[in-house]
């Protein structure tokens, strides 16, 4: 299977623990996005990647929020000291950058999901 | 603060019936606008796009969108539902200035067999 692949797919936790998920962008896609999802809503950004490079967060993420791309590829999201409201769904999603003839990078920003992460804090 | 608006959140149709859910957005710039589907237990998944050219798009599985700048509005369509299009749609945004998509909170599509 060639998709995001996110890891794990459930996870519970007490509240005051940490948590870490992983999330695997489909091959050769530079640009990897963290999303949230909680009941009833829309994903709401809270971080973005360019290769290794974070160059875009969200006020949603907390110092209790961090998210690593080491290599380029993988991601992880870590929430330390869990609060019952950071129970919802995290969604990853990773697109390509081309190169248009002009040498401009055009980014068609077709954002592939993942299946999520859904934390439960009790 | 850059919003996207989706009017229906729920939707409940017969099969053939016709559908249009609508998306608003509240952004003056140039912006890709996109809409997703993410059937029971799935994934979201990319149902048509728009970036430039013509405002009318078609997308996947007969579902179409036209774009209206001037309503700033990008609705679906959809001449005749079938009972396997019972998801929840969800309308995205992306500016010029950002690479991450604003999200509607999404309509829950009942088609009814």
């Known amino acids: 299977d060639t998709g995001v692949s996110q890891n794990p797919r459930h996870k519970i936790t007490k509240r005051g623990q940490n948590v870490t998920f992983r999330c695997d962008p489909i091959s050769e896609h530079n640009r990897l996005y963290w999303y949230r999802q909680t009941l009833g809503q829309g994903p709401e950004f809270l971080t973005y990647f360019q290769n290794e490079a974070q160059l875009e967060k969200s006020r949603l993420l907390s110092d209790r929020f961090s998210a690593e791309r080491p290599k380029g590829s993988f991601s992880t999201l870590e929430i330390q000291r869990t609060e019952q409201g950071d129970s919802a769904m995290y969604l990853c999603a990773s697109s390509p950058a081309l190169k248009g003839l002009a040498g401009y990078e055009v980014a068609k920003n077709i954002q592939y999901f993942g299946a999520g992460t859904r934390l439960s804090v009790l | 603060a850059q919003s996207v608006s989706q009017h229906n959140h729920h939707v409940i149709l017969s099969e053939a019936a016709s559908l249009e859910l609508g998306c608003n957005y509240s952004y003056g710039g140039t912006v890709n606008l996109f809409w997703y589907v993410q059937y029971p237990g799935q994934h979201l998944q990319l149902l048509l796009k728009?970036?430039?050219?013509?405002?009318l798009v078609k997308g996947i599985k007969g579902f179409e969108a036209e774009f209206i700048k001037s309503k700033f509005s990008f609705n679906l369509r959809k001449p005749s539902v079938q009972w396997s299009d019972t998801a929840e749609y969800f309308c995205?945004?992306?500016?010029?200035?950002?690479?991450?998509?604003?999200f509607g909170s999404g309509t829950r599509l009942l088609v009814r067999p």
């Open positions: 995205a945004v992306k500016m010029d200035s950002s690479y991450k998509l604003i």
């Open positions: 728009y970036f430039s050219g013509d405002p």
